[in-house]
């Protein structure tokens, strides 16, 4: 499963795996705890394959910034928790995208990265390549 079905729900703690669409909104079920919940469509909720990353020259996107921090660990988790001070934060998210922008990458959404990372990490969610360059690859062995 890629990034394209992980959401992230305003107002609820952790991330949801987009289960079927309704009338009114949709069902997620949370990759914390396995619970089900209904969203409405007024809900402010972020697609993961989405969310860019700010930097001085570019936007990038989220699964690259996965994919930095899994060749930084190795595939597991990261090495600081995303409750750590915030200087170790910064230090931490310089590592893994030194030419990240300080100015508009507050450390909020450097914690919300490392948590979501583990937490994709922890579901065995790992694959971070763009569904593009899959059908690319899959047409490509044809």
């Given at each position: 499963?890629?990034?394209?079905?992980?959401?992230?729900?305003?107002?609820?703690?952790?991330?949801?795996?987009?289960?079927?669409?309704?009338?009114?909104?949709?069902?997620?079920?949370?990759?914390?705890?396995?619970?089900?919940?209904?969203?409405?469509l007024r809900?402010?909720?972020?697609?993961?394959?989405?969310?860019?990353?700010?930097?001085?020259?570019?936007?990038?996107?989220?699964?690259?910034?996965?994919?930095?921090?899994?060749?930084?660990?190795?595939?597991?988790?990261?090495?600081i928790g995303?409750?750590?001070?915030k200087i170790?934060?910064?230090?931490?998210?310089?590592?893994?995208?030194?030419?990240?922008?300080?100015?508009?990458?507050?450390?909020?959404?450097?914690?919300?990265?490392?948590?979501?990372?583990?937490?994709?990490?922890?579901?065995?969610?790992?694959?971070?390549?763009?569904?593009?360059?899959?059908?690319?690859?899959?047409?490509?062995?044809?």
């Amino acid at each position: 499963m890629g990034l394209e079905k992980i959401l992230s729900v305003a107002g609820k703690p952790g991330l949801y795996k987009l289960i079927t669409q309704t009338r009114t909104g949709f069902v997620a079920e949370s990759l914390l705890d396995g619970k089900r919940i209904t969203v409405s469509l007024r809900s402010s909720v972020s697609v993961l394959s989405e969310i860019a990353i700010y930097t001085l020259e570019e936007e990038v996107p989220l699964r690259d910034v996965f994919k930095k921090i899994q060749e930084k660990e190795n595939g597991g988790k990261t090495s600081i928790g995303h409750k750590e001070e915030k200087i170790k934060l910064e230090e931490y998210f310089f590592e893994v995208l030194p030419n990240y922008d300080e100015d508009r990458v507050y450390v909020s959404d450097i914690k919300k990265v490392i948590q979501w990372y583990n937490i994709l990490t922890d579901n065995k969610i790992t694959d971070f390549s763009s569904e593009e360059i899959e059908k690319e690859e899959a047409s490509e062995e044809e």
